[in-house]
């Protein structure tokens, strides 16, 4: 069966029947972690007879009624892979907005979201982002608080309040405001620097790809809805876009071997107690040495939080680039012309760097 185009799939979903959700065996709801494990009906008729994973309504973490209006039955054959699909795409809605509400500052309206990757309390920039871009084709325009435009601007708003205060780091604990535990010791014990507070961040392993994410998210939200009243009136937004670059641009910096055999300084190091290569930057935290001039952001650790041995990583720069231009029409149509022409210079030195240093021309055939 052919792939359905995004718009085939929403004509389909509009015209399908409600899907029949399970209900919790008691009053009060299981951690997800521990309902998962048990079988609930309604079971699919197919071979393996697949339980319906969701929690009931009243148990979800963001109940969003565009999504159950399109939920139903789509044309798959088998009826076992449908409900994998029924139970897997409103997972991130149904599990792991652990909050969704306001700034508690005076006479601030600012939407806040928390979402949480599903076992730890903390939220990743990366992770928050691509988990609410699975929602995309469902994003319209709302003022509503309980809409998915508010999810997203909770999530734009959060993520540039953490970017803020904490540049390079990639994953941090809840909002003040949330009343959420973190009870996680996180990178507690890592030595880092530049230093960053503690008690707002998780984890402060520099990933190029988790700013580029938070810029994606802007940038999805943007062209999703045209609401540039939102990145106006959060003028957090345009100061966090401003770190981004300032960041960006330091970490372009080289780290090769002085006169003395040593590795020249860094604006960034990580260091950690551990009996694995992954989870620590070699030469005293600095990574592995590089050379300036290249054009390309360096990255200390990839997507999977494991520390990179070459830190010019290639599919992070590509990443970092493409949301660099995509962002600057946001900073362009708030009239701030300035930053958007520094972001697309910026995007177009990646851009030529990955071109010069990150494309190899094979000769003959593999195989």
Not at 74 to 79: F, K, R, T
Not at 97 to 109: F, L, T, V
Request: charged residues 20%.
């Amino acid at each position: 069966m052919r792939p359905l185009a995004t718009a085939q799939l929403l004509i389909l979903l509009s015209q399908a029947t409600p899907l029949v959700t399970s209900q919790d065996s008691s009053s009060s709801c299981l951690d997800y972690s521990t309902r998962s494990r048990t079988r609930h009906p309604p079971f699919s008729p197919g071979r393996h007879a697949l339980s319906s994973a969701r929690p009931s309504p009243s148990c979800r973490t963001f109940n969003l009624s565009s999504l159950e209006s399109l939920l139903g039955t789509l044309p798959i054959a088998d009826p076992d892979l449908l409900r994998l699909w029924q139970n897997t795409y409103p997972n991130t809605l149904d599990t792991a907005i652990k909050w969704h509400g306001h700034s508690n500052s005076p006479d601030s309206e600012e939407e806040l979201t928390f979402i949480i990757t599903g076992d730890i309390n903390a939220m990743w920039l990366r992770d928050s982002a691509r988990q609410l871009q699975s929602y995309l084709p469902l994003l319209t325009p709302s003022p509503s608080s309980d809409s998915l435009a508010s999810l997203f601007r909770g999530t734009v708003n959060t993520q540039a309040r953490n970017v803020l205060s904490a540049g390079y780091c990639n994953s941090f604990r809840p909002p003040p405001e949330s009343g959420v535990i973190s009870d996680e010791e996180g990178g507690d014990k890592d030595v880092v620097r530049p230093e960053y507070d503690r008690a707002g961040v998780f984890e402060c392993k520099w990933e190029v790809d988790s700013l580029a994410s938070f810029l994606e998210l802007s940038r999805d939200y943007y062209f999703s809805t045209h609401d540039i009243e939102f990145f106006g009136r959060q003028g957090n937004w345009t100061e966090a876009v401003r770190r981004v670059v300032e960041v960006g641009r330091g970490m372009q910096r080289g780290t090769t071997y002085g006169a003395d055999g040593r590795v020249l300084g860094s604006g960034y190091s990580f260091a950690r107690m551990t009996t694995r290569s992954t989870e620590t930057l070699a030469n005293d935290g600095a990574g592995s040495p590089v050379a300036s001039g290249t054009g390309l952001v360096r990255s200390a650790f990839r997507p999977s939080d494991d520390a990179t041995t070459y830190q010019f990583l290639v599919p992070g720069n590509m990443m970092f680039c493409v949301a660099l231009a995509g962002a600057a029409v946001i900073a362009e149509d708030l009239g701030e012309q300035e930053l958007a022409g520094e972001m697309r210079a910026f995007s177009r030195e990646v851009r030529e760097g990955i071109e010069k240093f990150g494309v190899v021309e094979v000769v003959g055939r593999m195989g």
